[in-house]
Structures are given as C-alpha cells and as structure tokens.
C-alpha cells in the first residue's frame, strides 16, 4: 500500500494480527490512514505490530483476545466498537494448522485447528454482525486459503475449517443480501511465507518447509485493504489459485490425491523434525508479519510456474474427463 492516507478515518478491526498475514495488513491499514484494533492471544507481538503502525504513520490498539471464547470476542468488539465510534471492516485473520497424517495427530490438535480455523471466525462475525446490520455497512473480511477449494491431505482438520469457512461465508452473505452495504468477503491465497510454518504442530516425521514461489504477505495484505473500497465475495490471491479452484470442479479429489503421494514421498525424504503441537494451544514468541523463507529473486518466476502447472493440470484432467465421457 503506498503511503498517504487513503483511507482515512475507515475503522478497522483485525483479529489474528499478531504475526504473519494478519500483523502486515494492520501494518498497511495503518499505513493508509486507518484508525485501528487489533486482536490476538499474544500481547508481546501485537505490541510489536502496534509500534510497526506507528513507525507507517499510524496508530493501533492492543486488545489481546482468544477468539475461540465467544464471550470473550464479544467483550473485544464492543471494546473496539466503543474506541473507534463504529466499525467498517472487520478482518478474521486467525488461523492455525497441524501436519500429519489423519490418525497420527492427536483428536485434541485436530479439534483445536477446528476451533480457531472456524469456530473462531464464527464467533467474530457473531460479535460484529449487529454492529453492521445497527450501522446499516461493514465488511467482515474471511481469510480462508486455496485450501477451501482443494482438500489438503496430512492437514485434515485443516481442510475441514477452510470448507466449512467457504459454507459459512455462502450463507452468511445470503442472509445480508438484501442489505447492499454489508459485505461478506472471502479471501483464498496460495501458500504465504509467515511464520505460520513455525508456528504449525507437525507430526510428520519431517522438517517442515514451504513450496518454491510462496507469495510475500504483503501480497495479500494489499488484496485485503483494496476489500475497504472495492468489496468483493472472493479475491483469490496467487497464480495458481483460480486454476486449483477450477481444476477440483473439473476433477474432483484429483489435486489431492496427486498431492497426498507427494507428501507420502517428502515426508519420507525431508530431513528428520521432532513431533510438536506448535503454538496450536500457546501464543507463540514475537515474530512478526515474515516467515524469511523467500528468494526474493526467484518468488516471482517459480510463482508463475507454480500457476503454469496448475493449469497444466487442470488441462490434463479436462482431457481425462473428456476420455471417460
């Protein structure tokens, strides 16, 4: 987002604004003008993120909150909307994953991936959503993934969240559809490089890594503040998530079969990683808006690769379909 205040005086909630995707679009709402709250279970990176809005020209408050306790929510939007005079974007940005295959991982890690992924962003609209419907606008920004169009094996409960965010959202925004200022938007980037790899539980056997042409956050963070004046139901963010989109209506389970024997073969190959659940029931250290894993001078090639593949293989299903019809 380019400096000068483009949005100023737009008030902005974000919740999971603690590190990654979340911590670098408050940084840009801060950056175009916005007045700001922002929300996560870590105080010591939200202080981090609020004094990387000071130093865009901005300003935030710190409000840590679990958003998995409903009540708890409700106390921070009200909060909020009391320091703002109202609020016009709310933006669900919490979100965390557990790698292994299904029965290898604990029932309690898959419930909690469950709980933040989807019940979480639940219980923020749940909190907003009056607000809204009192103010006559407001948009409540969904951050989903690719993932809610393409299941994702070793990361079960993963899948089931980022599906069942895709139906939440469908419905919600039928319920608001005879109201043309209050906007449900769903945002589904391919993979990002944040510390949400860190952060991941993992039992996998295996070191953890990202694939070759991740996107930057403040790719998405630039996605998620156009949403502010040019509302949308869907942004998909990153060459190839229109074709993963496509190419699961095309070939239903054929992307997720192909990608669970890759990760059968990685998982065998990548070197040795200890089981761990992560930061999935304890805030973890500071880390702010950057997983550090990026070439920057490859991201961009091996992005467009990345999409070229992907509709590669959405022609080569397209071609098998057309071969069983």
Known sequence: MSAGHTLAGKRVVVTGASSGIGAATAVAFAEAGANLVIGARGKEGLDDVARCCAAAGGHATVRPVDCTDASAVATFAAEACDLLGGI???????????????????????????DVNLVAHMNDVHAVLPTFLAQDHGTWVNMISAGGFVATPYAAAYSASTFGLRGFSSALRGEVSKRPHIHICDVCPTFV?????????????????????????????????????????????GAAAIAFKLGEFAAPNLLAAIMSGFLDTW????????????????????????????????????????????VLGLAGAGVWLGRRR
Do not use: Q
Request: include cysteine.
């Open 88 to 114: 016009d974007l709310w933006f669900s940005c919490e979100g965390v994953g557990v790698l292994g295959r299904y029965e290898d991982v604990p029932i309690a890690d898959h419930g909690r991936v469950v």
């Open 193 to 237: 490089d944040t510390p949400g790899v860190d952060h991941a539980g993992n039992y996998t056997g295996a070191h953890l890594s990202l694939p070759p042409g991740s996107l930057a956050p403040e790719t998405v963070d630039k996605a998620v503040v156009r949403l502010a004046t040019h509302p949308r139901n869907l942004t998909a963010v």
């Open 267 to 310: 998982s065998a190959r990548a070197p040795n990683g200890d089981d761990s659940d992560g930061v999935l029931f304890e805030p973890g250290v500071s880390a702010g808006p950057d997983g550090g894993r990026r070439d920057p001078h490859r991201g961009r090639k091996l992005a467009a690769a990345a999409g070229g593949m992907a």
